[in-house]
């Protein structure tokens, strides 16, 4: 994989990561604008495709010329069956090509589609409603993050998903301030853009995230990754 490559743009200094990406989606129209989206702001889509099968046919050919892309955008549900075509071949590239990053876009919350992607490893993917491409500058920052190995999941998905661990009492430990804090990690935020959102300093911000890591028993020799496994704490247990 060739990487994310970061561009000096304009003459104001601001540094942006252009990545290469593949869309997968049956939709033309959708996929044309999610095209648009991306090249317009620098991003360089080498490949758009209709089914799972083109998708997973085309990374491979990728693949194998030295060329494969930063990340992967998907649909959940394509054709033949409209089911789970998109989420199956996101899981099996992730576990072909661990590096590739994965970001799968759905109609509506499917808890069961995002435990299975989340259930691998914790870098490179992302789970988010369509709704959420109307946000653009949401969106082409979350195919960014993922592309370079972090996690991007929607504000809904997060709710859901921690709402059913929440009924199994994994949460009896957190404040209510922490399981907010937590929530907003898992949506791929920063300290800083946590405190931004909660108005707060990011003092305050860092100690309830070392709160949340030692109530989940998430040493520090995990580093960065307890971030993400803070979350998959709650979905595997």
Wanted: charge should be negative; aromatic fraction near 2%.
């Amino acid at each position: 994989m060739l990487g994310p490559v970061v561009a000096q743009c304009g003459g104001n200094g601001v540094v942006e990561v252009r990545v290469r990406v593949v869309i997968a989606e049956d939709s033309v129209l959708l996929r044309e604008g999610l095209t648009r989206l991306l090249t317009d702001r620098g991003h360089d889509v080498v490949a758009g495709v209709g089914d799972a099968e083109a998708l997973v046919k085309t990374i491979a050919e990728l693949y194998a010329e030295g060329a494969l892309p930063d990340v992967v955008v998907a649909d959940v549900r394509m054709p033949p069956t409209h089911t789970d075509e998109g989420v199956r071949a996101a899981v099996q590239l992730r576990k072909a090509h661990p590096g590739l990053g994965v970001l799968v876009l759905s109609q509506y919350v499917e808890e069961r589609y995002a435990t299975e992607l989340l259930a691998g490893s914790s870098r490179g993917v992302g789970y988010l409603l369509k709704d959420r491409v109307a946000e653009v500058r949401e969106f082409v920052d979350a195919v960014v993050r993922v592309a370079d190995g972090g996690t991007a999941l929607d504000p809904e998905v997060v709710a859901q998903l921690l709402g059913r661990s929440r009924k199994q009492d994994v949460l009896a430990g957190l404040t209510p301030r922490e399981r907010e804090v937590l929530g907003l990690m898992a949506e791929g935020r920063t300290n800083s853009a946590i405190a931004k959102q909660l108005v707060v300093s990011d003092g305050a911000v860092e100690k309830h995230v070392s709160n949340i890591f030692l109530k989940l028993g998430l040493s520090p020799s995990q580093g960065d990754h307890r971030r993400v496994l803070a979350v998959l704490t709650y979905l595997n247990s």
